[in-house]
Structures are given as structure tokens and as C-alpha cells.
């Protein structure tokens, strides 16, 4: 479809360090794109970033029909911009739409809207060191309808906002709450879609976490409140005795893109990694015997977050002395490498804007 | 607070006859009132119904933080008009706000603010047979910002939908499908709150159901699919062999209004009622006796909504001839006795504007 672009005659001024707090500032325009049961998806468009005007019985306001994703574009050393799988974000997006009830959009020509928005934006793509555009792509369902049933119309869009360093000062592992009693998601919930829901259900965790002096919540299953699942809004890996364990996607926990090229990473370099069901009481089991030796969430938003204690049942478990491990560090260099144009794109995982 | 009241210059027409699709009419105003974290909620006001304007960058599109109520106002065969427990739904708002991370309302103020709106939008209320005005009180967050955490901002809005009878042409016990696959809610997870997720994550079995020729949905519990917990968007209740049973409370299933009406009602009838655990397999075995004489759901939309057929894993169950019961039938006529004023309100149940 050709897309429309209607440029913004008042341009904002762009950050000036990398000081530049997450999800607040967003870029000069957006891209809209709407969804009515007759036309399918029409009318795609860059507009100026404006307030969305909808009926206050829009379903998204009552029944939480709605998928987003994140990902970013990074400002590489020689000044190009480059995405990093972007085109998974969007099978991704897909995958959510399909258990929300929301039709699918076409990924290759959304890929192209999003080029296009990403090189008007461009000089929004900051520089400083840990910087990056985070990309905001999601739809909602804007029926002004008050039954209980999939909306008739959507809006996808598409914002962007210049974000800082996830670390300031450098990678400092967290503080991990192993929640015992809030759930996450259960099989055959939404758990596996990036859906608004999935998130603000984890904020009494959260709050319970950070007043125990955690930074973050460990979730276990929904059903047996035993086997690890994820990390507030990562995949959490550990390495034991050697070998990379993730717990198996279940159908409770998000696919992450990150998660899939670290496994992807580990199996090129031959190190010994594994996808399968772990209990938290294994997990201490082998902490008890010394084997536990490094732990991190991993995420869009920080790549490699590690964990350097957890704390479940007032068991504490301090992994690598509260040191990043030298996998972890691996692993962090190569992806953002990869991302910032430092290193060699072998496995051709950025997208040159 | 004093209540601000803007009256609308253009009013729309009303309704003619009983023929109102549910919740696509709205009056001419709604209330408003916001929420900062310096000033709490703020600003009360009657405004004309029209869109709200908000940033793309809203909570409420990203993580689903967000409450609501549904409840109803009656018009009486003397005119006069009635609301039905109205305290009970403000109690609920704030225990699904505590969940959700929202900040509570003082229930009595807003009872009168919603007093306010509905004497003023009176003529609203259909006096066609089976017809009320439909009440949605409900919360977002507001915070234009990405991060995953708690809004610092809300709106807290009512809207007013006059609407049609639940059954046209009288009720109609309906076939459900026992879902095995997806899932409503799980302990630790928001079941027990009134927020958006809830409801849009059932929509594919909602379909999956419809396929089959069913109308809606028995969601059994999440961690075992093996305990009854809610159908479609109501409570379900049983009479297996002279006695009531409905699913205790399990912290995954809306404590409904109605569903407290029935259990009162019942226990002055002196009927023999239990809130307990009821496994589909304990309700096929009973069914299998003979013993299973009526199954409903209730919720304020329909009141009661008889079963007449459940469909799980391949086993039909037919209800009472697919005709509505007895005790189901003095239960509806109960209870919509009292919100039209035919019967006497013994109970108090009523508030009258």
C-alpha cells in the first residue's frame, strides 16, 4: 500500500547526553495505520507524534485487546543506523494478534513502513555510548463497543523514543525476589503474547520485591509454583557446572529475540546449552553443591541483565560473588557489538537503515 | 469534592423501542475525574460525552492498567428509578484497583457523583420491558511513558448505555462448551479483579466454542482444568439432587453481585446452598445419577442465563430438557422483581434517584 507521509512542521529538540530517562521523550512522528473488518488494514501514514482521539467505550479501554513489541535501532561507530532482527519482532507480533483475537498484519510491508519511519527519524537515533531508539510498534482495538467480543476496528502504530544507558556506570548484577505467591501466567493464558496485560498484573510483585530490597521478580509456574519461568520482563538463564540452561518455552513464557541468539550464540561456540523445565529447588540444589555459576535475564531493553542474588523463602543464593560472570560479559559484547557495528554481523542480524 | 457540571448543548435522541443493541448508545454525558500522584483524584465533573484525547505513549496502551464495573439503572413501573447494590460494585472497583496497582476511589463520593449523573441523564433510562441504562464505571492509566511500572496518572470515567433485553423473546437456556485447553485465571493472577485482560484472553475459546455451535464458555481452574470456576463472563451455579452449589471463591473467580444476591436469597429461602470446589467430573458423575436438575449463570447483563446443554471433551449434558427451572426461574423473577419495583425490596437492595 503506498504510505502517506505528512511531515511535522515543529521539530523537538533531541537529547543532549546520553542522560535520557526510558519511555519518555518520543521522536517528531509516528506511523498509524488503521484496521475495519470491510477494508482490512488501509491507509498507512507518517504523522507528526500527536494524541490519539478515541471514544471513551473504545474496547482497548475495557476488554485489553492489544499487542505491542520493542526493539531498536542503534547508532553504529560509523554513524550508520542499524535494527537488530527486526523482522522477528514482527512474527512475534503476529504470534500475539493471533491469541488476542486481532488480525494479522503483512510483516514484509510493515518491515518497509518501519524503514521508512526510522530514516525520517534518523538524526533521532542518539550516538553516546549504551544509547539507542527504542522502537514502540502496537495495536489496539478501538471499537466503541461495550460487548464482550473480538473489536471490528484497530489501530497499529508505531512510536519511537531516544532511550539512555540500561546500566549507568556499567553492568551492576540485581537482586532477584523469587515470588511465591502472585502469577505471571499459566498454560493456556496469554503468557506467550506480548499483551498489556501480561504486564501490569506483575506490579504488587514488583512493589512486594522492591520493598524486600529486590529489584526485580523471579516468576515460577502458575500451576506447581516450582519451575522458573522468566525475570520481570526477560528470559533468565543460568549456567550450572558448565552447562546454559533456559527453561523451555511452555507456552507460559514470552519467546524472547534475544533469548533465541544467545542460544543461537551458545551452540556456535560449542558451549553446552539446554532448553528444559527447571525447578527452583533444583536451581538451590545446585547452589548448595557450588554449581551455580552465573545467572542473567535477558531482554531487549537491557541484553544481558545479571543476577547476582536470589532470594526465595528467605533462602538467599549469591551467584559469582554479585560479579557479572565471563559468559555473561561474552555475551553482552557480542550482541551489542553486533548492534553497534563493532563487531563482524556474521549470522546477518542487523537491518542498515 | 464539589462536582463541576457541564451540560450538553446538543442532545441525542433516545431510544424508541426495546430494540437496543448492547452497548453501542451512549447518553449525552459522562463523569470524569482524574488522578495525579501530588493531588490525588481531582477536578469531579459532568461533562458532554465525547473522545478522550490522549498521548500514543499512555499507559494504558502499553500494560493494561485498568479496572472497571458494569451495573445498572431500572426503571420502575411507577417511574421511579432504581440502581441495584451500586455500593457493592464501588467495593469491588477498589478491591480490582488494589490488584491492579490502581489508586482506590472513596466509594461514597463517587456514589454520589454517579447519583448526580444519572438524575441528570433520567430520561436515559428505557421503560421498555427488559430494557435498563448500563452503567460503566472505569479506570485507566494515563502516564504517557514506557517504562513497566505503575502509572502516576488516572482517569476514572462513567459512561451511560441504555440497553435491550438480555433475551429477546424470552429466556432461552443456552449450550455451553467445557473449554480443556485455554484458560481464564489461575491463583496469583488477576481472575478475582475487573480488569480488561481478563476478558479479551477469552476470546479465542469464545470462538472456539461458537465453531462448535456452543454460545460461550465453562472456564474450569487453571492449574488442574479440572474445578468449575466461572461461565463465559458469569458465575455458575448448579442444583445437583435438592441442593445448591456454586465454586467457593478461589481467588481466580469475580466475586459477582448477583451471584451474593442468589446465595442470600437462597439461605432465607432456607434451599440448601454450599460454595465449594465442583470438579466437571463430580457434575458428569451426578449427571450420570440423575441428579443434576438446573444450571445457571448470573451476572448483572442477564441475571440468570439457564444452561441447558454443556459440551466437555465430547460428553453432552443436557439440563432440565433445555427448559429453564423452577428455582432458576424464582431467582429471575426475584431478583428483577425488586430492580423494577414489582416486588417488595425487603433486602434494601435498591437505591432510588
Known sequence: MPLNIVESTHKKAKPESEQIPFGRTFTDHMFVMDYEADKGWHEPRIVPYEPLTLDPASMIFHYGQTVFEGLKAYRADDGRVLLFRPEKNFERLNLSSDRLSIPPIDEQEVMGYLEELVRLEKDWVPAFEGTSLYIRPFIIGTE??????????YKFMII?????????????????????????AVKGGTGMAKTA???SSGY??????????????????????????????????????????????SGSILKGITRTSILELLKKWEVPVTERRISIAELYEAYEEGKVEEAFGTGTAAVISPVGELNWLGNKMVINDHEIGELSQKLYDTITGIQRGRKEDIHDWTVEI
Do not use: C, H
Open 144 to 153: 466503541p463497543s461495550l460487548a464482550v467480543a473480538p473489536s471490528k476496528s
Open 204 to 249: 504488587q510483585a514488583q512493589a512486594k520485591a522492591a520493598q524486600e530490597g529486590n529489584a526485580d521478580v523471579l516468576w515460577l509456574d502458575g500451576v506447581e509454583k516450582r519451575y522458573i519461568e522468566e525475570v520481570g520482563s526477560m528470559n533468565i538463564f543460568f549456567k550450572i557446572d558448565g552447562e546454559v540452561v533456559t527453561p523451555a518455552l
Open 197 to 199: 496485560g501480561n504486564y
Open 160 to 184: 519511537l523514543s531516544p532511550v539512555g544507558p540500561y546500566f549507568s556506570g556499567g553492568i551492576k548484577p540485581v537482586t532477584i525476589n523469587v515470588e511465591d505467591q502472585f502469577t505471571r
